[in-house]
């Protein structure tokens, strides 16, 4: 079975910083690897996805991760936050060994606090 | 944009009580998902269903828990007697079928369940 970790439970930073959060996976297949937003109050949202090709990946608002298959890493970037990206951010991952049908494995979490 | 919706948003039950919650997924998704996630913890991976049947499921769904499609559009998680321990949002989510956005998974806001 596969297992997502996200190092950073909490992150606080000023509005115009650089954010960088980890996320590692485990599992020796093929995996479908996800970032997922949950802004106060709302739903989850995709951020962005790897599926397959270019490891870079830009998603919306800027965000973009960085697929590293020698370090089962999916790292999600960001060159300068804004006070509306305080969110909890969930790094996710699937197999495709079932299709369409695989449920998606998550991290704890990433708890972003954006000061103005 | 299309969304999941989910009714109730807030659901309170004695234990030993049954529940249904209910979800109405994208229209033209095949894919459906039920996860759950506990105050301050991990969300984790339920069921998924496709083609009117349990396609995947984890420990978590036992024999208390089932799953239905009454109906073209509605898609249900039943718990025939709930504990203590099943309070936590329950999401729903679904997925197109067919080609690389079959495993991208869109999220409803949740039904926060109590048991009390």
């Known amino acids: 079975a596969q297992s997502v970790s996200q190092h950073n439970h909490h992150v606080i930073l000023s509005e115009a910083a650089s954010l960088e959060l980890g996320c590692n996976y485990s599992?020796?297949?093929?995996?479908?690897l996800f970032w997922y937003v949950q802004y106060p109050g709302q739903h989850l949202q995709l951020l962005l996805k790897?599926?397959?090709?270019?490891?870079l990946v830009k998603g919306i608002k800027g965000f973009e991760a960085e697929f590293i298959k020698s370090k089962f890493s999916f790292n999600l970037r960001k060159p300068s936050v804004q006070w509306s990206d305080t969110a909890e951010y969930f790094c996710?991952?699937?197999?495709?060994?079932?299709?369409?049908?695989?449920?998606?494995?998550f991290g704890k979490g990433t708890h972003l606090i954006i000061q103005p | 944009e299309p969304e999941v919706t989910q009714t109730p948003s807030h659901q309170v039950t004695q234990m030993g009580q049954e529940v249904i919650l209910r979800c109405v997924p994208i229209?033209?998704?095949?894919?459906f998902y039920w996860y759950r996630q506990i105050l301050g913890q991990k969300v984790e991976f339920l069921v998924s269903?496709?083609?009117?049947?349990?396609?995947?499921k984890s420990e978590i769904f036992d024999d208390q828990f089932s799953v239905e499609r009454p109906d073209g559009s509605n898609f249900t998680l039943k718990i025939r007697s709930t504990k203590l321990e099943d309070s936590a949002m329950y999401f729903c989510?679904?997925?197109?079928?067919?080609?690389?956005?079959?495993?991208?998974?869109?999220f409803g806001p949740g039904t926060r369940l109590t048991v009390t």
């Open positions: 599992y020796g297949g093929t995996v479908n």
């Open positions: 790897y599926f397959s090709g270019d490891p």
């Open positions: 996710a991952v699937n197999t495709r060994s079932g299709g369409g049908a695989d449920g998606l494995t």
């Open positions: 269903f496709y083609n009117n049947e349990i396609s995947e």
């Open positions: 229209s033209n998704h095949l894919y």
């Open positions: 989510a679904s997925s197109e079928g067919g080609g690389p956005r079959t495993y991208e998974q869109y």
